[in-house]
């Protein structure tokens, strides 16, 4: 599976950048959809955060989706990778 690997920033309310990847299955191109995700994904961490919009989430590159990525995206429609303060 082919997917869509879209770069986000998104500032918590304690100051701190998170940056995270929400990678989709490369049909999906709907914007809105896709901050959707990163949305529910912000809802689940214990702290708060700002907005998620095109400004903090860019269309970044395609790749070949590994087994665990497909696995997650067969169940929920994305997959996130956690690359700083996530946690």
Not at 48 to 71: M, P, R, W, Y
Request: hydrophobic residues 35%; negative net charge; aromatic residues 10%.
């Amino acid at each position: 599976m082919k997917v869509s690997v879209w770069d986000t920033y998104v500032t918590r309310a304690d100051g701190k950048i998170m940056h995270f990847d929400i990678l989709v299955p490369k049909e999906v191109q709907d914007e809105e959809k896709i901050f959707g995700y990163g949305k529910t994904y912000l809802k689940g961490k214990p702290f708060n955060t700002g907005k998620l919009s095109a400004k903090e989430c860019q269309f970044c590159h395609i790749e070949s989706a590994s087994d665990i990525v497909i696995n997650s995206i067969e169940k929920s429609g994305f997959h996130i990778i956690e690359m700083e303060n996530c946690n």
